[in-house]
């Protein structure tokens, strides 16, 4: 007698099944009967599972947005700090688009605020975005707060995606998602004429930023001593 495939396999099996039904026949072709089928299983064992169709697509879009969130901590990681952090800042943004471009209804589910905020794939995507920001910080280019900057550029991310996915593929704006993210750049970036001697308040900013960025580096101060320098350049920063 054959012994019983353990959970963890059953359960990868029926999101790989339902991952490729969705890509292929959008969220309408997700059923349980389809999935059973294609993975194999009974459906009972779907729901004993997932409990219903939205909690097995749940654990799609988890599933396709982890890999994608992971192989952007992955680069990170794994290359040096770049002497263009705005460059690679407009890379990931494109990645970041295009996968959601790609992905249509998995974006769709992850980008609903009653599914993705408990979302630790999606969490795990806004820590890159940060990392990005801090490198950008650390530059001495971000002229507001690390935190603001996400915020901003998050949003318009995902506002420029919902956008481009409401319209049909052969009409939509190829430019608009690059317009939005030069709109929030100019926003959040530090001019070159914003370092003379014209524009001490905000280079002061630029300044309490870019130390802010590295406090946690400053290995000659002792951990109570950084905590208190955070909570002044955050004054500085907030005071601007």
Known sequence: MTPPAPRDDVRERIVGAAAEILRTEGSAGVTT????????????????????????????AEHAMALFSASKTSALTSAPASTDPVGELREAWGETVR???????????????????????????????????RRVAAAGLLRVAEARAVALIHAAGTGAILSLLEQPIGERDPELAT???????????????????????????????????????????SAPERALLAEWLDRIIDSH
């Open 33 to 60: 009967r389809a999935v059973a089928e294609r993975a194999g299983v009974q459906a009972p064992t779907i729901y004993r599972l997932f409990g219903d169709k939205d909690g097995l697509l749940d654990a799609v």
């Open 99 to 133: 996968f959601g471009l790609d992905n249509a209804d998995l974006y769709v589910i992850l980008s609903d605020p009653r599914r993705g905020r408990d979302s630790p794939a999606l969490a795990n995507g806004v820590r890159a975005l940060e990392e990005r920001v």
């Open 179 to 221: 317009t939005l993210l030069d709109a929030v750049l100019d926003r959040i970036l530090v001019e070159e004429e914003e370092s003379t001697a014209d524009e001490m308040p905000a280079a002061h900013r630029a300044a309490a930023i870019t130390l802010r960025a590295v406090t946690d580096d400053l290995t000659a101060l």
